[in-house]
């Protein structure tokens, strides 16, 4: 990864957000796509882009796909990513995102995708 595909993942709004809530843990594609109100196809091209890129990671449990950070990363990303993280008071998408991304975490039931995403990778 070098500098100008780092810049170019964080110039979308759309990857940025997804960074910003996958830096609080993993997420299945059917989370990040309620949360982000975008369809399953917006969003998985996305994350397949972050993927090949070598920021994300992904695990398949049943027919879930989830997503994390990877845990080694970047430089240049890790310092954007410090910078994000101020964001998160800022009511730009990203604060509300992280608002909805509780609730739709704070599902009880085991058997429910909200319970496999709730376990860490």
């Given at each position: 990864?070098?500098?100008?595909?780092v810049y170019?993942c964080?110039?979308?709004v759309?990857?940025?957000?997804i960074?910003?809530?996958?830096?609080?843990?993993?997420?299945?594609?059917?989370?990040?796509t309620?949360?982000l109100?975008?369809?399953?196809?917006?969003?998985?091209?996305?994350?397949?882009?972050?993927?090949?890129?070598?920021?994300?990671?992904?695990?398949?449990?049943?027919?879930?796909?989830?997503?994390r950070?990877?845990?080694?990363?970047?430089?240049?990303?890790?310092?954007?990513?410090?910078?994000?993280?101020?964001?998160?008071?800022?009511?730009?998408?990203?604060?509300?995102?992280l608002?909805?991304r509780?609730?739709v975490?704070?599902?009880?039931?085991?058997?429910?995708?909200?319970e496999?995403?709730?376990?860490?990778?």
């Amino acid at each position: 990864m070098n500098y100008v595909s780092v810049y170019k993942c964080l110039c979308d709004v759309r990857r940025l957000r997804i960074l910003n809530l996958l830096q609080e843990g993993p997420l299945c594609v059917c989370h990040l796509t309620e949360i982000l109100g975008e369809t399953q196809v917006q969003v998985s091209k996305q994350l397949l882009y972050m993927k090949r890129l070598g920021i994300l990671e992904v695990e398949r449990r049943a027919q879930w796909r989830i997503y994390r950070l990877k845990e080694k990363r970047n430089p240049l990303l890790q310092q954007n990513l410090k910078c994000l993280q101020d964001l998160k008071g800022e009511d730009f998408p990203f604060a509300a995102d992280l608002r909805l991304r509780k609730r739709v975490c704070a599902c009880s039931s085991p058997t429910t995708a909200t319970e496999i995403c709730r376990v860490d990778l």
